[in-house]
């Protein structure tokens, strides 16, 4: 059978921060259906990855395809409304809204909104408040954050901060997720429960790209798990693959 194209493909990505070099040539592919893994020692260039897939910065060189469509360097508002959304490694949201207030914030973000929308077509955008609010009471519901609604975002566990974060990514109506860290300071408990959680949106068709340390999480969740060092692609296979594989051990060991 011949694999089903590439949800996001990245070739020879490049980027430097003076004389460092982040990335240099970073390729990989992430399918469709999948929740994907990228891992790597300090300093491997993850987040810079992640920066640059995301739009937040440029990369000096390579290409970032999304679906079929170069989005090399457009705006990150522009990826976010291609599909491809990411959630950050912090819990940002605004810690004197509610729960609902945070994820409808998320949800509005659509250009050609604004007041003129409201004046001109106020039923219209009643329906589309109404319709927002109903998807946001659901994307609550899947992740078990039905009780704290109308809870400040600030008085939150850490670990429901996590998942609100995931929320609000999901209000986008994303097409790949992109994870920063997501169980970065949680216990093991809620590590496993937002890992189930992201199996779930997996099995409902959403495709996940995360970079994370924990590596009881990417064993648990991740597959493939793609291996990066020194700005580019190492290896991937399963969990059990890349950790038997003695490129990845030299490579975690040599920092
Ligand atoms: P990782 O997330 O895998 O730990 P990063 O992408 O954060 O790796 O960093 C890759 C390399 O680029 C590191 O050497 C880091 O110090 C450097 N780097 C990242 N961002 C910047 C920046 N804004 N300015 C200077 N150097 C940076
Ligand atoms: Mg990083």
Redesign the pocket.
Same mark, same amino acid.
């Given at each position: 059978s011949s694999p089903q194209p590439a949800l996001l493909e990245i070739s020879d990505l490049r980027r430097s921060? #003076?004389g460092?070099v982040?990335l240099n040539g970073l390729a990989l592919q992430v399918r469709p259906g999948t929740v994907t893994a990228l891992i790597?020692p300090? #300093?491997?260039?993850?987040?810079?990855?992640f920066q640059c897939i995301s739009g937040v910065i440029r990369p000096d060189a390579g290409r970032v395809i999304f679906d079929g469509q170069d989005i090399t360097g457009l705006r990150p508002d522009r990826i976010t409304g291609a599909g491809l959304v990411r959630s950050f490694q912090i819990a940002r949201g605004i810690p004197r809204l509610t729960v609902l207030e945070n994820l409808l914030l998320y949800g509005q973000a659509q250009p050609g909104e604004g007041v003129a929308a409201a004046i001109l077509r106020p039923a219209a955008m009643r329906a589309r408040e109404e319709a927002l609010r109903e998807r946001a009471r659901a994307v609550a519901a899947r992740l078990n954050l039905t009780r704290v609604l109308d809870n400040q975002a600030a008085a939150l566990s850490g670990g429901q901060k996590k998942l609100m974060e995931i929320g609000r990514a999901l209000m986008a109506e994303p097409r790949l997720l992109l994870l920063d860290e997501p169980v970065a300071g949680v216990n093991p408990s809620l590590s496993a429960e937002i890992a189930s959680h992201i199996g779930s949106l997996r099995d409902e068709g959403m495709t996940v790209l995360i970079v994370e340390h924990h590596m009881d999480f990417v064993a648990s969740l991740c597959d493939p798990v793609i291996v990066m060092a020194e700005g580019r692609f190492l290896v991937q296979g399963s969990f059990e693959q890349v950790a038997a594989d003695a490129r990845v051990q030299e490579a975690y060991m040599g920092r």
């Open positions: 921060f #003076g460092v982040a790597g300090n #300093g491997a260039g993850k987040s810079t990855a």
